[in-house]
């Protein structure tokens, strides 16, 4: 079964500091995995996904993550964080056989303090 | 181009009445999926739906149904509402219904916050 773990209900950073968005997860076969951004009263926004190839992602505003199948994570990560970033996190892992089917983890708040 | 859109954006029930929910995917997108968000948690897959049929179903009761129209638009209904079914209903569209491409994606609507009384 598909599923990812969101180990922190939140993170605090300094604005300008590196943040760093945990996320574990667990699959059957190849994971194929996402990171979305909700804002308050706002729908998911999709950041990034890893589906094969570098282990190091690019996506939006800035973000990267990294692939790890040794520690079967895939942690977000910013090198400057920014207080506009403040929002809820989701990592997320796609089911096998519906692509359209999505197993979120339970979210990640992340405060950026001036 | 609009990008998934979602009507009501507020809805206020009592406990055992009837609800709809609309949503209406981006043009040229043929598949939809509803998913369910409580307060505090990470969204729940409820349905997909792709060319009119269902495709894909998550873990709720049949209180819960769906449909979806010609014109790709789809309908969440949820009968005998309980206290429980509070939460940020949305609808994501994707163009395709299980095409790998590499540029997909699931793209969300702001949601429909239901809150039953």
Excluded: M
Aim: proline residues 5%; contains cysteine; glycine residues 8%.
């Amino acid at each position: 079964a598909q599923s990812v773990a969101q180990p922190e209900d939140q993170v605090n950073v300094a604005e300008g500091n590196p943040l760093t968005v945990k996320c574990t997860y667990s699959v059957s076969g190849n994971p194929y995995l996402f990171w979305y951004v909700q804002y308050p009263n706002r729908g998911l926004q999709f950041l990034l996904k890893y589906i094969t190839g570098d282990n190091l992602v690019k996506g939006s505003y800035g973000f990267e993550a990294e692939f790890n199948k040794s520690q079967t994570s895939f942690h977000l990560k910013k090198p400057s964080a920014l207080v506009s970033d403040s929002a809820l996190y989701f990592c997320a892992v796609r089911a096998l056989y519906n692509f359209n089917k999505f197993y979120f983890g339970s979210g990640t708040k992340l405060n950026v303090k001036p | 181009d609009a990008g998934v859109t979602q009507s009501p954006t507020h809805l206020i029930k009592t406990r055992g009445q009837h609800v709809t929910l609309r949503c209406s995917p981006i043009s040229g997108h043929k598949s939809v999926s509803w998913y369910q968000q409580v307060l505090g948690q990470g969204p729940q897959f409820i349905f997909q739906y792709y060319e009119k049929e269902e495709r894909g179903r998550g873990n709720f009761p049949d209180r819960f149904s769906a449909r979806q129209f010609p014109n790709y638009s789809s309908e969440l209904n949820v009968n005998a509402l309980l206290l429980g079914d509070s939460a940020l209903y949305l609808c994501a569209s994707r163009r395709n219904r299980d095409r790998d491409a590499t540029n997909e994606k699931l793209f969300f609507g702001s949601g429909t916050q239901l809150s039953v009384l």
